[in-house]
């Protein structure tokens, strides 16, 4: 199993920016891709993103645009840099394996509100 931590979460105002980080404890051959996902209140967890090895990446329409993934393969690590921030964005951000689940992290929360 791999261990996933998510991080850089927050607070920001509708429009603000905020980049979300996902370590991850090792490397798998799974992690050729690797996704984000977030869960509002109330809902279930939703793909955000993902991304492969060598930097092709996909999103869901109601982020197109305004974010990006990115991934640093020598240290295991993805990112979500996130711009124009609606608060219908707001939820709990994870990052996993989409071709090989993986125990979920304890995410990050991202709240954005005026």
């Known amino acids: 199993q791999v261990q996933l931590v998510e991080s850089g979460g927050g607070l920001v105002q509708p429009g603000g920016s905020l980049r979300l980080s996902c370590a991850a404890s090792?490397?798998?051959?799974?992690?050729?891709?690797m996704g984000w996902y977030r869960q509002a209140p109330g809902k279930q967890r939703e793909w955000v993103a993902s991304?492969?090895?060598?930097?092709?990446?996909n999103y869901a329409d109601s982020v197109k645009g305004r974010f990006t993934v990115s991934r640093d393969n020598a240290k295991n690590t993805v990112y979500l840099q996130m711009n124009s921030l609606k608060p219908d964005d707001t939820a709990v951000y994870y990052c996993n394996v989409p071709s090989a689940i993986q125990p979920w992290g304890q995410g990050t929360q991202v709240t954005v509100s005026s």
């Open positions: 991304i492969t090895r060598g930097g092709s990446a």
């Open positions: 090792r490397s798998i051959p799974s992690m050729y891709i």
